[in-house]
């Protein structure tokens, strides 16, 4: 179980971006996180990970573990070895390398089993297998998506931390995406997904977190939130009293208000 | 659904690419892509990841030189020509991943926009007399009612790199509009943005097409977007166009479903 | 025509020297994305510990042994003190922008090389060797003994270097870590260590370049100019490329050569000289057909 | 991408941390009633009488300082209009340029040139006036700008960094060996004399001192260069240059001319290269060539950064604490009475003082990356934010 | 200007830097204290190894004066105002501007684009400097107070020496370019042209690695004699590599181009065979009361070398200048120091250099010294040569006539 419990952190001793949270991630769940942007998810990952340090973040109170065991001192390629993996929002592949030499490096801490992993990626996503030598900073950015989330696949994670993987990805990708993610889990890896594509997240999601400026506001299973007036407005796109999807020509200008926000 | 009137659909389209092929080192990212685009048009491409539609935009705004075919707008090949050239055309775009200058603040970000519409030169931004300032007045006015009709009043003096991403987006479609653009590139407008801020990006496009009367090509994965608010539609696959038409013929197409939409129909 | 080649062969000696120094430099910014400007106190240091050991050993050893003895210590003791630096004035800044890193390296460098220079003394410092100035006859040419020693140096150092990147994890982990901190991080790369690394394997290089460079004249507090030279050796090769640094390296000293021997006679309107130059005009040639240098990774740039 | 940052996706990232604190640090009440007045320059009340305060103390000191003290700081007054220069194409438009010393040397044969003796050894042509010699200087060393500006349009970052290095041993090459205008490696020639409608400032005079008349002299040039480039930053002009740094991909599709904007970078900043070398040398009165080396190029460099790069006060900042640090730790050995003055012993004061030097530029820029600039804003915000810190 | 504090209450001394109190760790308590500046290359510059040991020999000097009860009841400081200029006129006018108002005159201003510097700021001063060079430039300024001969007269006696000696047909002067070697280069070329013989000057750059295009120049041309205008590690490589190459004619180095430690280089055997030394007054190790006294007063020094000789030597002028200044009727202010310099005719310099040598009262063709020695390498001297051939004036700088500077001419 990877958990944080009240965690506070604070950016450059003056921004308090997370306001005592705390999640679970169970060891064979799929966790989804949704939340407007700048709520506080990248925050939250980084404290997971280790990350905050070189953001100039730092965890003021509360703590984060591991099976119990404190990690948030940890540094951040420790916490890789322990198996908690993040994959950065906005893919992060390394645009100099060519697409395999980013697999390798997603291979740091698991060398042994190099070959069957790429092989296992490749055969996830074929096109990065068809580009292999391609420079990965000219792929399209869906594309790099792939690659990302495959780099992290390359160390085999116990928890692996997905910070808006659908972004920019079409359609059926997505469908893939989330196929991957079962697929991923099925495999004994547990997920955190980061998404604002709330549909997909929660159709494959055993529990989910709902973030608004720093505080956890809803905390309840999957299928509950599925149903919460809310989340269905403001992250589904399903209003109240409409059948179905309202189309975007008859969006209005004025600001609704949400419940828990008050 | 707005339908294209008559007359819009006969007059001389305001962009026109004829069989436009592009390749890097091996991939075929353009393959023989041909479409024009009206005036008050809303055009969308949409296609799978890689399938060559930021490439496109980056034909059309001069980035990459096609290996063949013609590029045209507002009437002239704009082949080889370089990308501050075009884009002092009328031709503006914001960028799939968001391409904002950090550092500066949302007013200066828009005052870049309209950089091709201010004249005075760097010995008069010296002395800051005359017409330097004169212009920077006026400007700025030009700059402020953007910032109105975009709703980002309360971000104008501060820095994009601390806004939130949904609000750089919208500094990036504001920077776009204040460049005057007679036609406007959206590289997937609302990738990332919530449910909330689709909606109000939804309203600005409906908007500026209606309103300012700008022809749009959108590029974009969000599928009830595209078919709510385009004209007409192009797929491209591979680089290769498969079908262009209006949003229900498209959605309808085998081809589309397969390659591109899979089991999630659009709704 | 013998003239010719026995010039060259003086270039490629010299030259193995800059390219020693020039992949110090390249091994830093492979990895850290700084140029370091404190090369050239770091070879000036492993210089001048050699002339310290060496004669410390060489009552014990055969010359050319204990020659060999005394720069592998003092590598290793540059290396040493590359690492305190990088812990104490580089480590700090991981995420910086590079410009300041390498501004930091330049007080560093002036520190170093300060103190050093107190370690020199006001003459020279003989390193004790077998070679000296001696040459011998290949194939009808005569060549310096010290050249074909650098030469044989040099080679060694690539082929450990090219099994390094080739054959371990560090050697990808270094580049990632160059690119993106943070994403290298996020794939378990200890980016401290990496920098660690680089550093300590720089100054190593750069100690053994040094005391090849003062086995002509000695260590004196003046020899660290030479490492400025390595500057137009990576540029033209390619700042990121281990094969630019040596190709570069070897090109920097045969043409200074040639222009040193020829420019005379066949141009002297450059001006006296213009062989210290002419590794820059050389560079600004390359740079004006390539702009990443010949082997350079060319900068992704796409919207 | 923005050249002063390291590996080109991390730019962004780090930009944003930055302009982040800058935003919250200097976000203050804005209430205008026009945009004129909001786009005034010193548009706020504090900001006004701020700067009449430094500018009056710094005419001040003219008549409380020594000669001696005169001399340095108006000598730091000319590097600081240097360092402006260098500001607009490092801090402003991201073309990190180590060959500013070329430029500066440039500007100071070209202005020693004109007002030299026609007859003595060297090329002179004997108009003394400085309203001639200095912006001549500036043109000239910008036209330089102009010609090696096409070389920084193809290159970037680090590559650009060393090539320009390149210029300043090129340069030095040729100042060596064209004697004839420079007086020749060793020897050197007279620098550019001042003298403006009939006051000599290398002479006593009545009322002022030499040093009191350089002083005053450059610090009415400074202020000049200083509005100068404040007002250019803000301009369109300054507008693109940030463009071009921050994302220049981006910024030709705002119809900014990659190429030209560069150039223009390249003249304006070398034309205050210029300038400033036609100055600093006009007070030392005498120069050589090897004073245009790598050294020089680097210094103004750290006081670009130690300022804290971008901004015209940073710049200045900079400029004032490397010039006067020699000094300042010239003065320092004297309070370690421990530290040998014998010039044979190590260590000894005159090592010490080059340590110090040393380790205070590292130690600057390991406490405070922000620079002298960021220390201010610190500063201001601790006593803004005072008593409460989140 | 400030200074005025340092009056003190003298009755009839006036001059900045001189003060009734006792020197900092006076010799002789009751003495007041006459400052004297330094300004010098200590630390980085391509001259600390001279600059340092002048520096230690003039303080070892002084410190001999004080000991002999210091002049007309002054003792004389040298220490306390030293500066670093690393060897860049910049610096060099920014710290003589920092002392000028403490100290009397200078004991020392090395370099000669640094001490051009200062000569405006210098003569505004009035102030009186020995120089740390031996540029012809120097005979033209009255304020510096330059010993024995210089580079130029130096070049022209080495070539008449070989003409003499070897019958060379030929002479090549390498150095770097400017007031030193080419200072000297210009002095070869005067005696070449005198002796009828062919001259080539080739200018080369500091460091181990920049001679490439010396040696070469040298191996192609096969000169008779090659002056040496450079420094030490430069003589080093070029006379090794050219004997590596079977260069077999000889080599003259200018003073400075010598240093024992090069006896250690792998270039000895050559330079022992193919190098003399040229000099203003013999090395360190001669014999006469002069030099007896230097090595007394400097005790142990851990390398020997005529850094040392030229501080010693160079301070003698001073020395002289303030006693006629303090004893003769002069005003007692830095003009009346300037004025007491140029009515010296004759200095002891207890043999180091002829008395002669010290005369300042004609205009500078008379005045200039153009006497020189010649040394050869002997690795059991103190600092590595002895002396072969002592002061004398070949035939063409007797026939000279110096109107200025030789190098810029
Ligand atoms: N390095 C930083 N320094 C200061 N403040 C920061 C930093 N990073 C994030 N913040 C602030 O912390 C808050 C939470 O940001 P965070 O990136 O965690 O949000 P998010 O939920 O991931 O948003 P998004 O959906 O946009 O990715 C924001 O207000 C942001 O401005
Ligand atoms: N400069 C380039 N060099 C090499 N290959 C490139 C370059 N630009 C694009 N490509 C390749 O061309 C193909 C099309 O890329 P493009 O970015 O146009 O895709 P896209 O349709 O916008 O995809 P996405 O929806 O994922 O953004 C991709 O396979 C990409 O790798
Ligand atoms: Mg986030
Ligand atoms: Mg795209």
Redesign the interface.
Known sequence: MLSARNLEVVYDDVVLALRGVSIDVPEDGIVALLGSNGAGKTTLLRALTGLLDIHQGEVAKGRVTLDDQPIHRMSPERVVRHGVRQVLEGRRVFVELNVEENLKVGAHTARSRMADNLERVYALFPVLGDRRAATAGYLSGGEQQMLAIGRAMMSEPRYLLLDEPTLGLAPKMVENIRDVVLEINKGGTAVLLVEQNATMALSIAHHGYVMETGRVVLDKPAAALLNDDDVREFYLGLHPGEDGRKSFRDTKHYRRKKRWSA | MVGMTDQAAHAAPVARLDDVHLSFAGVKAVNGVSFEVRPSELFAIIGPNGAGKTSLFNVLSGVYRPQQGSVEFMGESILGRRPHRIAAMGMARTFQNIALFEHLTVLDNLMLGRHQHITYGFLQAFAWVGTARRQEVEHRQAVEEIVDFLELAQWRSMPVGLLPYGVQKRVELGRALAMEPKLLLLDEPVAGMNQEETEDTARFVLDIRDELDVPIIMVEHDMGLVMDLADRVLVVDFGTPIVTGTPDEVQRHPDVVRAYLGSEVGS | MTQFLEVVLRGLGSGSIYALLALGFVIIYKSTGVISFAQPAMMLTGATITSYVGPALGVMLFTGFSFFVSVAVAALLTAVLALVIERGAIRPMVGRPAFVVAIITIGIDIVVRVVTSGFIGLGARNIPNPWGLERVELAGLRVQERHLVSLATLALVVAVLFWFYRYTRHGLAMRAAAFDQEAALTQGVSVGSVFALSWAMAGALAAVAGSLLAISAGVDRQIWIVALVALPAIILGGLDSLEGAVVGGLAVGVVEALVGTYQRDYAPWLGDNFAVVSPYVLMLLVLLAKPYGIFGTPEVRRV | MTTLSTGSDRAPRQAATRARRGARLSGRPQLYRSYAQELALFNTRPKRIWVGIIVLAALGLSQMLTDNHLNTLALAYAFAIGALGLNIITGLAGQVSLGHAFFLGVGAYTAAAISGDPDGRTIGFGITNILVWLPAAGLVAGLAGVLVAPLATRLRGLYLAIVTLGLVFIGEHLFREWSDLTGGAGVGREAAVPELFGIEFARDGDYLTSDQKFYLLMLVLLLVFALGARNLARSRTGRSFAAVRDRDMAAEMMAINLPRAKTVAFAISSFYAGCSGALIYSIIGFFEPSSFGLLLSVQFIAMVLIGGAGTVSGAVMGALFITLLPTLTRELPAYLPFISGQVTDTPNVFQLEQVLYGLLIVGFLLFEPRGLFGIWIRIRNYWKGWPFSY | ??GGEADGGSSDVSAPGVTDEACPDAVNADNGCIYLGTI?D???G?F??L???I??AQ?AFWNRVNEDGGIGGYDIDV?KY???NLY????H???Y??I??EVLALAQTLG??TT??I???MDRDEMVGAPASWTSLWAFEDAILESGANYCVEGMNAVDYMVAENDISSVMAVG???????DGAAGAEIAAEANGIKFTG?????????Q??AI??IVKQKPGLVILGT???ET??IV??A???GFTGKFIGLGPTW????L????AP?LEALYMQSGYWGPFGTDTPGHQAMRDALGDV??P?D?YTAGWAWSYPLKAALEEWLEGDYDKDRAGLLEAVQSLETIDYEGMLPEEAGNRTGDPDETIFRESVLSKVDPSAPSGVTIVEDFGAGPTVSEHTFEGAC??G
């Not at chain 5, 770097?176 to 080419?182: K, V």
């Not at chain 5, 080739?202 to 690695?209: D, H, I, K, L």
């Not at chain 5, 240093?259 to 090069?262: E, H, V």
């Open positions: 200007r400030g010098s200590l630390t980085q391509p600390a190894p600059g340092v040991p520096t230690e303080a220490t030293v500066k670093d860049n006129p910049q610096t006018q920014q710290v501007g920092e000028e108002g000669s684009p051009l510097a000569i405006p700021d770097f370019p400017g007031d030193y070697g080419g080739v200018e080369t750059a500091p460091g181990q690695e920049s490439a295009g070469s120049a420094g030490p590690t080093a490589v090794g590599q004997a590596a190459q240093n024992p430690a090069l250690e280089t792998p270039a050559a851990a390398q070398n850094g190098f810029e």
